[in-house]
């Protein structure tokens, strides 16, 4: 596990001003994206966010102005995805990190060389960071778990094994898009509790899902065993990710097999990924209620329950047509924390890993839909309007029981503390489009 060092300080500034003023990204952050031009047929190539501008690393990589792993790093965070920059694992990426805060910071005598590598973020489009290859989704609120296995299986809602291992499954990579995305309204097969047929047509009960988005860094060969001492070197970062899902569909598909169609027609996933070593500063510990069973030992380490955690505030608004058109202020739906997960990313890289399973850089853990333990920290409309039995009142007189064509959903992420720098994830929007009928 990366530990906190001088690329953290509290007191480092930039030469890049705007991110000394209260941006989502300081100079203690320095999160990568995949980004061209606005409107251009430039090649897609890595930058780092400093404030409000994005610095190219293409651009720093042909400057020849490092040298050794941090040029070999700088070359392959060039290429139109980050698959090889996330491969190069931690000890690389960290040595990154440590020559771009240096060359940022205000007494930096590179000013001058890398001022020519700056681009406004407002004149650029993103890609996707990298080709996710495999899309795994986990279900770490136990509040989550409870809440919906209430409304599925009143009788029975939290499984005996929730308790024992991360639960997953495994998505689709391919309708997952950067934010901004649109997208039209699923159709799909659903059955209403007291029809005797099950009918097909546009979904009526769709939703999204605030979640952390994790990404492999570090490939494992098949049959490798990740242990969980280790287990963060195979985790590059961390972006916001929705899940969209339809509540409907899911309900008469998920048993026996678990969620299919209801999951996998759009998820989407903010442009910037905050690596594990800059949300160093927001480790938190791991604890169990004693009432709970503790994890079996290959799911366990003294690190793990010392700081396993990560404490990243979450915040969901939408954006209705009415707003959108009244030119009002989106409204915010709820907000929750990362820290309430059942488990922690180590926990879930380890146990994805403990059968042998290839983990590949690049690849997208989805964390699960993270719902705190209150109501105002639902992390979906099925919870907000209560199975949707009860609409979501909406400051402008709008209500929501499940989202309408027209919505936009955003999600926004921030880290802080006393004594460290605040740091933010920036953030994921996407809208609905009405069902392609
Ligand atoms: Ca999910």
């Known amino acids: 596990m990366l530990m906190i060092n001088e690329t953290h300080d509290i007191n480092l500034t930039s030469w890049v001003s705007s991110a000394n003023n209260e941006s989502d990204f300081p100079i203690q952050n320095l999160p990568f994206a995949i980004f061209r031009r606005q409107g251009t047929n430039e090649e897609f190539r890595g930058g780092v966010a400093i404030g409000d501008q994005v610095l190219d690393l293409a651009v720093v990589a042909n400057a020849n102005i490092f040298s050794g792993s941090v040029q070999l790093a700088l070359q392959a965070a060039s290429q139109s995805t980050l698959n090889a920059l996330m491969d190069l694992g931690e000890e690389v990426n960290s040595a990154l990190r440590l020559a771009l805060s240096k060359a940022l910071r205000s007494d930096s005598d590179l000013q001058s060389a890398l001022s020519p590598a700056l681009i406004s973020q407002q004149e650029v489009e993103f890609s996707m960071p990298c ?125 026996p097999l678990g969620p299919f169609l ?95 399973c290839a983990m590949r850089s690049g690849d997208l853990l989805g964390s699960g839909t993270q719902s705190g333990p209150s109501y105002e920290e639902a992390g979906s409309l099925l919870e907000l309007s209560k199975g949707g039995k009860t609409p979501f009142d909406l400051p402008n007189g709008e209500k929501r029981t499940f989202l309408e064509d027209g919505d936009s959903i955003i999600m926004r992420a921030s880290c802080s503390k006393d004594g460290a720098a605040r740091i933010g994830f920036g953030e994921v929007v996407a809208t609905v489009l009405p069902a392609k009928v």
């Open 262 to 356: 209801a999951k996998s027609f759009a998820s989407t996933i903010s442009p910037w990924i905050v690596t594990m070593e800059a949300l160093a500063p927001y480790r938190t510990v791991f604890t169990r209620p004693e009432s709970d069973p503790q994890p079996l030992p290959h799911l366990s380490s003294e690190q793990n329950n010392q700081s396993g955690g990560l404490d990243i505030d979450l915040s969901c608004f939408i954006q209705t047509p009415t707003m959108r058109e009244s030119n009002q202020q989106m409204a915010q739906l709820s907000k929750s924390n990362f820290k309430y997960s059942y488990w922690t990313p180590a926990q879930l890289i380890t146990h994805h890993a403990s059968n042998g």
């Open 131 to 255: 080709h996710i290859g495999d899309y795994t989704d986990f279900y770490t609120s136990i509040y989550h778990a409870t809440a919906i296995g209430k409304l599925f299986r009143p009788d029975n809602p939290l499984l005996p094994n929730y308790k024992w291992i991360p639960i997953g499954y495994h998505g689709r990579s391919s309708t997952i898009g950067i934010s901004g995305q649109r997208f039209h309204r699923p159709v799909g097969q659903t059955k209403a509790p007291d029809a005797t047929e099950p009918s097909f047509g546009p979904c009526k009960r769709l939703d999204y899902e605030l979640e952390m988005g994790l990404f492999v860094g570090k490939s494992t060969e098949m049959g490798e065993i990740i242990n969980i001492e280790k287990a963060e070197q195979h985790l590059f970062g961390v972006c916001i990710f929705n899940d969209w899902s339809a509540r409907d569909i899911q309900a008469w598909e998920y048993q």
